[in-house]
């Protein structure tokens, strides 16, 4: 049977990335010259030619990273961290092996995250990213074939690198917006479900409520469900009825600030003259839709993206003891048209009916 690079790997005592750097001939500056020439003794020991098969389906010159998507596929908006991922490893010389993992039921479970681990494992790539398509607590294997960078999700019981939104600078901005205006009387329409996003976006919430003397009647926060138009729209009514002098909604997502402009339309209530509204994740074909501009917050899906191959490959081409590296990134304040001055008793009484 023919040498693989793995056979390489092993017989030289490197990984497969730095066998695959030295046979490329991309190792100058990257694989000491000790450990190079003796990859290059292991090659010609084994017979290692290549694989031509392999080469006809992707570089066999380039080292592969595998990219285990978590659901980022089904969200257009997200699709940026997958191209920010796929340019950075080229960048690096290394090719990106990319599965998405099961259905929106089972997506991200721990048999799913396993089962897939193991079919990168059989494909030898040199490090793995797992990425997810919301913010999340994400619950690993025991022992993980390659070193493992999580993007978009955090293990918190694992030392393991990871990237995430900064969920409570990214709120607490948007929420500034509110106070810069002048509102007082700001309802927060938020998902039930306690991850990660809700707690830290909630928390920003409070505090800077707090800090400005928001009104802080209990009757100002609604929670819904989901995180959609039509769970938005419902709360949205809910609020409406029982805190009547609401004149800035804060939203969870973009998608229920939609639901939130759907409920005003209904009722008569002009926005941002009569109600203003701010959301959060900038998905382009929501917030940009909307009519006036939906002010929100970016999601950093390419930063998450670069940073993490980034980091993934300088713990893969490291000899040193690099230490666990934990981010969040904010992807930033998008300012539009939907924020103005409250204006006193400004609420039609259709919006009370």
Avoid at 92 to 99: A, N, P, R, V
Avoid at 221 to 247: C, I, S
Wanted: net charge negative; charged share 25%.
């Amino acid at each position: 049977m023919a040498a693989t690079l793995k056979d390489v790997a092993l017989r030289a005592e490197v990984s497969v990335a730095a066998a695959s750097l030295v046979l490329s001939g991309k190792a100058e500056g990257r694989v000491a010259d000790a450990t190079a020439e003796r990859v290059r003794a292991a090659a010609s020991e084994l017979g290692y030619r290549g694989n031509r098969a392999a080469r006809s389906l992707r570089r066999q010159s380039a080292p592969l990273l595998g990219l285990l998507s978590l659901g980022v596929a089904t969200l257009p908006y997200a699709g940026a961290m997958l191209e920010a991922a796929q340019s950075a490893a080229r960048e690096h010389d290394y090719d990106l092996l990319f599965i998405e993992v099961g259905t929106p039921h089972d997506v991200g479970t721990p048999d799913a995250i396993a089962e897939n681990l193991l079919l990168l494992q059989e494909h030898q790539v040199a490090g793995i990213l797992i990425a997810s398509y919301f913010h999340r607590e994400l619950v690993l294997p025991a022992q993980l074939p390659a070193p493992t960078v999580l993007v978009d999700a955090l293990c918190p019981d694992r030392d393991i690198d990871w990237v995430v939104p900064d969920e409570y600078v990214g709120e607490s901005g948007v929420l500034e917006e509110l106070a810069r205006a002048g509102h007082h009387h700001v309802g927060w329409i938020c998902e039930t479900p306690t991850y990660p996003a809700t707690r830290l976006r909630t928390k920003a919430f409070d505090d800077v409520a707090a800090r400005h003397g928001w009104d802080d009647d209990p009757r100002r926060v609604v929670l819904a469900e989901h995180a959609d138009a039509a769970d938005g729209y419902a709360a949205m009514l809910r609020l409406l009825e029982q805190f009547p002098k609401v004149t800035a909604v804060a939203a969870f997502t973009d998608r229920m600030a939609m639901g939130v402009y759907m409920a005003c339309f209904e009722r008569g209530i002009r926005v941002p003259q009569d109600m203003s509204i701010v959301g959060f994740d900038d998905q382009v074909l929501v917030s940009e839709a909307l009519r006036p501009g939906l002010t929100t917050v970016a999601l950093p899906h390419r930063q998450m993206g670069k940073w993490a191959v980034g980091r993934l490959i300088e713990r893969i081409e490291s000899a040193q003891d690099l230490g666990v590296s934990q981010v969040h990134i904010n992807g930033g304040l998008v300012v539009r048209d939907s924020v103005a001055a409250p204006r006193t008793g400004r609420i039609r009484a259709s919006a009370r009916r």
